[in-house]
């Protein structure tokens, strides 16, 4: 990797992590930003996208805003658990999912249209599951930044 691409690579890491151009062409607006082409740009995100250091470009919409979110559990047994999670990880309405040391050993933050939608995924995972599904929607919003300056050349 050059020079100039690493740099790239660590100014839109650290420039973009907050103010995303919100415009009909943002990767454009962000090439002017940093003096290099669309294509460049375009390229840099590709690549911090194949080698994982980046999951995904989106907007962050409190919860509930749009539609319906919470949080969800499972008690799954062990021997299941990596099976299990990447089942529910095929459903669109999952963000992610995580193990946590506790009985309730499988998280996940599960989106919908409605309510009513949530349910019927939730439904669906606990009939293939066989594991109830603990329910837990907001009650307290909390406000965490979670944008923080990245030193690339740890991760390269």
């Given at each position: 990797m050059t020079s100039?691409?690493?740099?790239?690579?660590?100014?839109?890491?650290?420039?973009?992590?907050?103010?995303?151009?919100?415009?009909?062409?943002p990767y454009q607006e962000?090439?002017?930003?940093?003096?290099?082409?669309?294509?460049?740009?375009?390229?840099?995100?590709?690549?911090?996208?194949?080698d994982s250091t980046v999951s995904?470009?989106?907007?962050?919409?409190?919860?509930n805003t749009v539609g319906a979110s919470l949080l969800a559990a499972l008690s799954v047994p062990i021997d299941q658990?990596?099976?299990?999670?990447?089942?529910?990880n095929q459903f669109s309405e999952v963000n992610h999912?995580?193990?946590?040391?506790h009985t309730y050993n499988l998280w996940f933050v599960v989106?919908?249209?409605?309510?009513?939608?949530?349910?019927?995924v939730l439904s669906q995972i606990e009939a293939r599951t066989q594991c109830p599904v603990l329910r837990l929607p907001l009650l307290e919003e909390f406000y965490i930044d979670l944008g923080f300056p990245?030193?690339?050349?740890?991760i390269v």
């Open positions: 100039r691409t690493r740099i790239l690579k660590q100014r839109l890491l650290n420039e973009f992590q907050r103010d995303f151009p919100l415009s009909r062409t962000i090439a002017e930003r940093l003096v290099v082409t669309e294509a460049e740009v375009l390229t840099a995100f590709d690549e911090l996208h194949e995904r470009i989106g907007s962050i919409i409190p919860p658990l990596e099976d299990i999670a990447l089942w529910i999912n995580y193990e946590r040391e989106t919908g249209q409605s309510v009513e939608h949530l349910e019927s990245i030193d690339f050349t740890a």
